[in-house]
């Protein structure tokens, strides 16, 4: 098993560009989540998804689009980079929210 | 709204003592509070966790206490070691939705 797998490890935006971090599993998970991590602020959720087809809003969505059109996969969407989207990116998966998550490795990215 | 709040931010113990870290949350309905180590670039990872019908848990050096009464619960490391130095967050979720919410984090310092 891979686990839990993110492209790319390291990006560099300029503002107002757009992009899309992938992540994809192979637990056969149904819930996925995506967090960003900033010194200081902990790892702060997203967007999450507790099956295909079905997503919703964490604490901090503003700014990113989710979808889950499979169980493997849950891209998240940067439509118009801004500098405060400068951070560290997680995703993770586990069977359910209340059960172990899987995270993933991380993309590192800079919006100048 | 759910909140999570963990101290101390940062923690430095001399090899072979313990390290206590405490979270306390709001929501009387959070039932899952796991614990995670994240290690220099990489994903979290889980180390215990525990529901509210236990109120204690160990596991080697590890253990985690729960006081439902008082809503807190702390994290308790004895006989540490070098590779114990990383960055803990606790973490709590509820029957209301299907978030976990992390807390802020704490660095521990493991000092020769």
């Known amino acids: 098993n891979a686990g839990v797998t993110q492209t790319p490890k390291f990006q560099v935006l300029k503002t107002g560009q757009s992009m899309t971090l992938q992540c994809a599993q192979d637990m056969n998970h149904e819930y996925m989540s995506w967090y960003r991590q900033d010194p200081g602020m902990g790892l702060r959720l997203i967007h999450y998804?507790?099956?295909?087809?079905?997503?919703d809003q964490g604490e901090v969505p503003n700014g990113y689009n989710v979808s889950r059109s499979t169980t493997e996969d849950f891209p998240l969407r940067l439509l118009s980079a801004a500098p405060s989207q400068t951070s560290v990116y997680f995703c993770?998966?586990?069977?359910?929210?209340?059960?172990?998550?899987?995270f993933g490795p991380g993309t590192r990215l800079t919006v100048t | 709204g759910e909140n999570v709040e963990q101290h101390p931010s940062t923690l430095s113990v001399q090899e072979g003592d313990s390290a206590v870290i405490k979270c306390t949350y709001s929501d009387s309905a959070s039932n899952y509070f796991p614990w995670y180590k994240q290690e220099l670039g990489k994903g979290p990872q889980l180390i215990i966790d525990i529901r509210s019908n236990v109120g204690e848990k160990k596991d080697q050096r590890i253990a985690v206490t729960l006081n439902k009464t008082a809503k807190h619960f702390s994290l308790h490391i004895t006989e540490t070691q070098p590779e114990d130095s990383a960055v803990y967050f606790c973490a709590e979720w509820g029957d209301r939705d299907d978030k976990i919410i992390f807390g802020k984090g704490t660095r521990l310092h493991i000092l020769p």
């Open positions: 998804s507790v099956g295909a087809g079905i997503t």
């Open positions: 993770a998966s586990s069977y359910s929210s209340s059960s172990e998550q899987y």
